[in-house]
């Protein structure tokens, strides 16, 4: 696959930090040469794998990268939802053969945690992409 074009997928309960994600990965983005055909925003990380298993379906799409924020509760509700979408989103990677760059910050993650987390977690995401489109050519 030579596509360059992604798609972002975020989930923004979070609504200032998801919108703080969504930017630096289009910059991101953009300095790796790969295009940000949309960015989608969900109301959380658990709406995130249905959305993703339809982006990558389409042959044109290279691959995405996935965002949000899934912090620690009273209960452990954030940390089986976060090993149950982390889960998901690994089997759609392998299903579709395409690279999902994995920015979801957490599972029971700290209030205080999150904003050193913001900037670095979007970048990564992208920048696996791109590592590893780049792999996959080489493999081709």
Do not use: C
């Not at 992604?6 to 979070?14: C, P």
């Not at 790969?34 to 959305?51: A, C, H, R």
């Not at 994995?102 to 791109?130: M, T, W």
């Amino acid at each position: 696959m030579n596509s360059n074009k992604i798609y972002i997928i975020a989930g923004t309960f979070h609504k200032k930090e998801s919108e703080i994600m969504i930017n630096e990965a289009k910059k991101t983005a953009e300095t790796k040469g790969l295009e940000v055909v949309d960015v989608i925003e969900v109301p959380g990380s658990l709406e995130v794998p249905i959305v993703l298993k339809n982006v990558l379906k389409k042959a044109d799409i290279a691959g995405a990268a996935v965002l949000g924020i899934i912090e620690r509760g009273e209960t452990k509700h954030g940390f089986v939802m976060g090993q149950s979408v982390t889960s998901a989103i690994i089997d759609l990677e392998l299903e579709f053969n395409k690279p999902v760059g994995y920015g979801i910050i957490g599972p029971e993650v700290l209030p205080a945690q999150i904003n050193p987390r913001l900037i670095p977690h979007a970048q990564n995401a992208v920048n696996a992409i791109a590592e590893v489109l780049n792999i996959l050519n080489k493999l081709d």
